[in-house]
């Protein structure tokens, strides 16, 4: 049975090929800002099973040059397979409003171009749930999710999914939405760490298998 990292960012490419021997087989790996998009994407034609995810981390809003979103643009038409990712709102950080700005100019490249969106959210959820309401037609990858039972009730009407690292939540969260993550480096050490994560969780490698064709395909 192969396993995978919903939500990893970058790291030396060795750390994905020691998951590979442990039969991690597919990474998302998320970018941050514009200085890290072409290194994802350099990473991933390098690494089999990298997934790329270009966007706008909510943390790093106030560093993006004034014309990010048509870099971004400009990327998303030269690279069909990749995702938009991370991007989303953190309340405990600086530039709140203009994070709002940054997500909502994101899901919006997103929609035009019908790709995939990664989403960090911190004590910022009825803000969250307003600006992706008129997104319904994307598919939504909440990871290390943090809310609770309401949020979780209120996303069953978009196209919503779930990563964890922990057992946080995991009651919740339905069980074919459900993925794992390293969020390494700063959560676990590493991707390669995700079949133990599994174990740890008693997670059915099956589910998580199944899940993930249906998130991208269905």
Known sequence: MSYFDAHVHLMPDQAFLDAHARNVTTFFCNATGPENWQDVLDLSSRVLGVRPCVGVHPWFVGQLADDWSLQL?????????????????????????????????CLALASHFQ??????????????L??????RELKFLFHRFQGNEVIVQKLRLMN??????????????????????????????SPVEIPD???????SEERLAYNLELFLHD
């Open 73 to 105: 643009t400009d990327i998303l038409k030269k690279y069909p397979w990749a995702m938009v990712g991370e991007i989303g709102l953190d309340a405990t950080k600086p530039f709140y409003e203009k994070q709002k700005a940054v997500f909502t100019q």
């Open 160 to 189: 919503a999914y779930y990563s964890t690292l922990n057992a946080h939540c995991l009651d919740i969260i339905p069980e074919n939405r459900l993925f794992v993550e390293s969020d390494a480096p700063d959560g676990l050490a």
């Open 197 to 203: 994560l599994v174990d740890r969780l008693n997670l």
């Open 130 to 135: 307003n600006l992706i309401a008129p997104f």
């Open 115 to 128: 790709r995939i969106v990664h989403v960090h959210c911190v004590k910022a959820w009825p803000d969250m």
